[in-house]
């Protein structure tokens, strides 16, 4: 398993600066959570560090090598990106969905090998899918199509796992569950990152954070130490106080 490392990278967009000299270090068999007000600048960091987004300037490396000497398949091959609001555009079953993710592993030519079905079967239980796996995926809810997209970004156990805002829509029970998997892979040694508005689910999961402001990365590291009252108040302009109990830390809105 390999570290993710982005030195220096700038992004611009649309003739505007929305990534300035981030230098970020994704450990691998750590869980980052990437959290920021909209706009901040999460997902412009999360498609550079897939390798989907060019960056103007800076390199990323994913264990020591630049992601463009990986190649696309071999890039393919080795992480998953889930993207905000994923879609699916035309009737397809939510098997042949998740299956999707196992494509870059899979022979140019033919069916399905049958030594993958049980990775298919698998990911199907994990995400609570069973019962849906002959639907199309464009008939489901919003909270069903979510756990489909996870579970075909992992259906193929990728070294590095890039997810955005892999919870929202879901409920609380399948949140839980899907925080908990995401957790499970990094606890396996994958590099795991995930953008995440809900800071108790943050809180819940997170090895190390990075907190995202105005385009600039304004602090990053461990979780327990940097997930604090005074950090998430100057990230989001709102006063935030931070408990930790016996139950685990929990996060209040003052204003
Ligand atoms: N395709 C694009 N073209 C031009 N500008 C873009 C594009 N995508 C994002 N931006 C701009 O880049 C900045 C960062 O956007 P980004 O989506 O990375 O923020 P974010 O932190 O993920 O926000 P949110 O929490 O709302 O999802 C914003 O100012 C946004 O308007």
């Given at each position: ?70 190649g ?13 609001s994923?879609r ?10 998740v ?14 090998p ?12 994990r ?76 809180l ?18 461990d979780?327990?130490t ?15 106080r ?14």
């Open positions: 398993m390999s570290d993710l490392v982005l030195e220096g990278v700038s992004v611009v967009r649309r003739g505007r600066l929305v990534l300035d000299w981030a230098d970020v270090h994704f450990a691998a068999g750590r869980l980052t959570v990437v959290i920021g007000a909209n706009g901040a600048g999460k997902s412009t960091l999360l498609e550079v560090a897939a390798g989907l987004l060019p960056p103007g300037r800076g390199q990323v490396t994913l264990g020591g090598a630049p992601l463009a000497a990986i696309r398949q071999g890039l393919a091959r080795r992480r998953a990106y889930l993207p905000q994923p699916v555009d035309w009737a397809i079953s939510v098997e042949r969905v299956a999707l993710g196992l494509s870059a592993h899979l022979p140019a030519f033919g069916g399905l049958a030594i993958w079905q049980p990775r298919i079967d698998a990911a199907l239980d995400y609570d899918l069973l019962a849906l796996r002959d639907r199309p995926a464009t008939r489901l809810s919003g909270g069903e199509l979510a756990r489909v997209m996870l579970a075909r970004a992992t259906v193929g156990e990728p070294e590095l796992l890039i997810v955005d805002e892999p919870t929202a829509g879901l409920d609380p029970r399948h949140a839980l569950d899907a925080a908990k998997r995401l957790r499970a892979l990094a606890d396996a040694g994958h590099t795991v990152i995930v953008a995440l508005h809900d800071l108790d689910l943050a819940r999961i997170a090895d190390d954070v990075v907190a995202v402001r105005n385009g600039r990365i304004a602090v990053q590291g979780a327990e940097i997930f604090t009252g005074e950090m998430l108040g100057a990230l989001y302009d709102v006063a935030v931070v408990t930790r109990d016996a139950d685990g830390a929990s996060i209040r809105f003052l204003d």
